[in-house]
């Protein structure tokens, strides 16, 4: 069973790449009292996060936070040296690239998806959240393409 509307986020312990390498940071302290728009992809560097998805959160930056986010965060099954190399290749300063190494995110939200066959393994599933001091008021997942999720879209609803 997945995360539906009206739940609380979970729980966990994650990393962000700081200056000295990969750092632990609860998704508590990332939601508590904010107003957070998170998005989730399955994997860093591939075609439709690389070309389509984080760069339109890229753009939409400034706008989302001027409808009254405090943080955007894009999370992936991927290591925090991958998530901090992406979020440099695509100059993603006003998002916090959080690693979700263990996949314990994607599993614990129910949002996991087996990506073996084209060699990833276990990742998340494509979507977008707008979280509320830890409660989720939006949740779009996307099963094929970068729609529901969009920057756009989420800009729409908030
Ligand atoms: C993508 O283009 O976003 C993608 C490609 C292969 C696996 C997962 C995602």
Known sequence: MSLQIGD??????????????????TT??????????????PGA???????THLPGFVMKADEI??????????TA???????????KAQNAE???MLADGLGELAKAAGLDQDLSAPGLG????????????????????DATGVDKSSAETVLAAL
Do not use: H
């Open 28 to 41: 508590d302290s990332l939601l508590s009292g904010k107003k957070v728009v998170l998005f989730a992809v």
């Open 122 to 141: 276990v990742r998340s599933q494509r979507y977008a959240m707008i979280i509320n001091d830890g409660k989720i008021e939006l949740l779009n997942v």
């Open 8 to 25: 609380t986020f979970p729980s966990l312990t994650l990393k962000v790449l700081g200056e000295k390498g990969p750092e632990d940071v």
């Open 94 to 96: 006003e998002i916090i």
């Open 77 to 87: 099954v991927n290591d925090a040296f991958v998530m901090g190399a992406w979020g």
């Open 45 to 51: 560097f591939t075609p439709g996060c690389s070309n």
């Open 65 to 74: 936070k001027a409808r009254g986010v405090d943080s955007i965060i894009c």
